[in-house]
């Protein structure tokens, strides 16, 4: 098995690890999870944390063939179209994102110019579907449960998993969102824990558990089976299903769910201009 090369950035303010994977046998590589840096009080975007992206993979010499989506994230906005400007490379998601698309774009009431057909990405993946970065085979999980969208990318002996789990001693994914459900994410972490004990495991997200006090990006199934807080070895799907709805119940709205959505379901594109030039980001009231 080649064994990808991995390099993970990190930004704090959302707590979002984006990664470039690299064939090591050929200057190929691949763009997840990137972000767009966003002012929320200010409504202004900046590049600083995709330009670092940008740096290091011009540095090395790569040459980019994907930039990928684990899913439409509720958490930041994805830098994936300045990234595809500066670097090329194709855009891929999973194909569930038409469903997204369908619901988020009646709750921001988008209209009918805005697709709900998934077109805005070059590749819908569904499960089992391969990519090829360089010499490197990817393939597809669909692992829904957080978004009906979720995907695990498998690269050689690396997975990424999204938001479906984070670090053993944090646990899991919500599932309230629309279209999530905490028995289909039981199930979908039961794919996941089903690869080779010794598959390495990278987060899209770490928030620092009680008592850690640096960040972690990655661990394996291993200890994923034996130590998840939330799914270890041993905790039934009945046990998961109960524990989940009611921590659910508990959390608060992502502090930047309303511009990531809108953005995200467009593959990173803001919305379109109003007729004096300006691009708006709605803020539908009581909906969430």
């Not at 709900?116 to 391969?130: T, V």
């Not at 695990?152 to 919500?174: Q, S, W």
């Amino acid at each position: 098995m080649t064994i990808p090369l991995v390099t993970h950035f990190f930004d704090e303010p959302t707590n979002t690890f984006s990664y470039v994977v690299q064939d090591p046998n050929s200057q190929a590589c691949a763009i997840l999870d990137s972000v767009l840096d966003f002012d929320y009080a200010a409504g202004r975007t900046d590049v600083r944390s995709a330009d670092e992206i940008i740096a290091f993979v011009r540095e090395h010499d790569l040459a980019v063939e994907w930039i990928l989506e684990t899913h439409v994230h509720a958490d930041h906005l994805s830098a994936a179209p300045y990234l595809h400007e500066k670097l090329g490379g194709k855009t891929g998601i999973g194909a569930n994102i038409t469903v997204v698309q369908e619901v988020f774009g009646k709750a921001f009431n988008a209209g009918t110019e805005f697709a709900r057909d998934g077109s805005q990405f070059d590749a819908l993946f569904e499960e089992g579907d391969r990519f090829h970065i360089g010499g490197l085979e990817g393939r597809v999980l669909h692992t829904p449960g957080h978004t009906p969208a979720c995907l695990t990318y498998v690269i050689g002996d690396a997975a990424f998993v999204g938001d479906t789990l984070f670090m053993p001693d944090y646990g899991t994914a919500r599932c309230d969102f629309p279209g999530g459900d905490a028995r289909t994410l039981y199930r979908s972490i039961q794919k996941v824990l089903a690869l080779p004990g010794s598959t390495r495991l990278f987060m899209c997200h770490d928030y620092k558990a009680p008592e850690r006090d640096i960040y972690q990006h990655e661990t394996t199934v291993t200890e994923q089976r034996a130590a998840n807080v939330h799914v270890r070895n041993g905790i039934s799907e009945e046990d998961f299903v109960t524990m989940r709805s009611e921590r659910d119940a508990t959390l608060g709205m992502p502090r930047l769910i309303i511009p990531s959505v809108q953005v995200n379901m467009r593959a990173g594109e803001m919305p379109p201009a109003d007729d004096n030039g300006q691009v708006y980001l709605k803020v539908p009231i009581n909906t969430f």
